[in-house]
């Protein structure tokens, strides 16, 4: 409640207008002595049949700002000259008696500074306090719970409970480190919600990691016991893991390939090892469903390691030692690796994800499967000189592969039926392809593009590569 105001030596004064019983603006005669703070009582026509009592919110000169028909009284109509006297009423009464009695409400501006201590608080019990973001209560201060609060779980645990934590120190990278060939850590200060539980890496942690198998693609899973372990992933999607760790939860990935990456612009080699830009997590990961087989290139987007194979159903669009998917259209080609969530690689991104192959060179023949020289070896140049920087393979040099855009030369001004039975053309553009065939030699590299051909046109040197969009969520 507000602090009323109050004046022993107030004069009686009258109304010098009359007013209705809506009217909230009533000029007196005088205000002599009347308190200089508000708010404040006024009883009008006391002692008659139209006793009123107003409250005073406000002041100028002798026009008053009133509140009509306070403390049980009624509004009603009041003449010019009507008694106006500065007074009290039952409420000035009632209420210092319900603190009196223990029923009162104490308001903050009620209370000085410091003035309520531990032995006036009876039985000590505060209900539904708001205490101030600033307070920075010490722990030392609350009884009990200072030796409470350290088994407690902290933010970020209490909402993985709710949400399926997944936290990493960082966003801006993924949650694992590549340590050696075969070897990787889960980074310190990753935080995993597994069946109930909240597992912290307060430090780096081995991965530990089954007999690994060149050219295969492994999950990662963190288990409620704390430890991290690394399963092969070779099913069809989507369950390429048939029978996961009990008691885990799969939070992430990595590509074991069949030879190293480009140190250079010459090429990898055949030393298997693991991708370290395969490494994806629920929070970096390809924006494809099925991210086996893929490669960062330059935290910008992901790409197929390998071309794109004729199982593609059963062992996704990138998997090694698998029949290469060729001899067919632009939209055929496309029309695929969209079923995958994927698309044909742009220009410039060809050129990137490329970057790090032997530059002018060619494979010399087809070589019919995916990876290094699994089905037959090249007759002028071998397959890991093919490799770039990302751990792409047979990136260039091998077979073309069709590009996102279009350009070059049109077609004629006529409508073409060329698209496979789906609706004609009318002057289409060529398609890009990209990188070069085995026979190019000094014609195939990363930059390598050709702009004369049809999307319609099948070839046994043109295959397809998908690439999506990376995924980084916070």
């Not at 006024?42 to 049949?49: A, H």
């Not at 909402?159 to 850590?185: C, I, M, Q, R």
């Not at 751990?391 to 001004?413: H, K, M, P, R, S």
């Amino acid at each position: 409640m507000a602090r009323r105001h109050y004046s022993s030596i107030a004069a009686r004064t009258t109304l010098a207008s009359g007013v209705d019983d809506t009217t909230t603006t009533f000029v007196v005669v005088a205000v002599s002595n009347w308190p200089a703070s508000y708010p404040y009582t006024l009883i009008v026509d006391q002692d008659t049949v139209n006793e009123e009592i107003v409250e005073v919110t406000g002041r100028s000169g002798t026009t008053l700002t009133v509140t009509r028909g306070v403390d049980g009284s009624s509004a009603v109509a009041h003449s010019s000259g009507a008694a106006v006297n500065h007074g009290v009423s039952a409420r000035d009464f009632d209420e210092p008696n319900e603190f009196i009695n223990g029923t009162g409400v104490v308001t903050e501006s009620m209370l000085a500074s410091d003035s309520v201590t531990s032995a006036k608080i009876v039985d000590g019990t505060i209900v539904n306090a708001d205490i101030n973001a600033s307070a920075a209560i010490a722990q030392s201060k609350i009884a009990d719970l200072t030796s409470d609060l350290g088994s407690k779980a902290d933010l970020a645990d209490v909402e993985g409970a709710a949400t399926g934590l997944f936290y990493k120190a960082s966003f801006n990278t993924v949650a694992f480190a590549k340590t050696g060939a075969g070897t990787a850590d889960i980074k310190a200060g990753t935080k995993v919600w597994v069946n109930d539980t909240v597992v912290t890496f307060a430090t780096a942690t081995s991965i530990t990691m089954p007999s690994l198998t060149a050219g295969t693609d492994y999950f990662i899973y963190v288990i409620d016991d704390g430890s991290v372990e690394a399963v092969a992933a070779t099913g069809t999607w989507p369950t390429p893991v048939a029978a996961p760790p009990a008691d885990s939860r799969l939070i992430g990935g990595f590509h074991y390939a069949p030879g190293g990456n480009a140190t250079g612009t010459s090429g990898g080699n055949t030393t298997p090892a693991i991708n370290e830009y395969s490494f994806w997590d629920l929070k970096w990961r390809p924006a494809a469903p099925d991210p086996r087989g893929m490669t960062l290139v330059n935290d910008h987007f992901w790409s197929d390691i390998y071309l794109l194979n004729t199982t593609a159903s059963t062992n996704g669009t990138s998997a090694n030692n698998k029949t290469i998917y060729d001899t067919q259209s632009w939209w055929d080609t496309a029309e695929e690796l969209g079923k995958y969530g994927k698309r044909h690689p742009r220009y410039r991104e060809f050129c990137d994800l490329a970057y790090g192959t032997t530059e002018n060179q060619s494979r010399g023949n087809d070589p019919v499967t995916t990876g290094l020289g699994t089905t037959n070896t090249g007759s002028s140049n071998t397959d890991e000189e093919f490799t770039s920087k990302w751990g792409v393979i047979q990136a260039t040099g091998c077979l073309y592969v069709w590009g996102d855009e279009f350009g070059g030369g049109n077609a004629a001004a006529s409508w073409a039926d060329i698209n496979g039975g789906r609706g004609r053309v009318y002057q289409q553009e060529n398609a890009v392809i990209l990188g070069g065939r085995w026979s190019n030699t000094v014609n195939a590299g990363s930059r390598t593009s050709v702009w004369d051909f049809s999307p319609s046109i099948l070839s046994s040197s043109r295959s397809g590569r998908g690439v999506c969009d990376h995924l980084r969520l916070v």
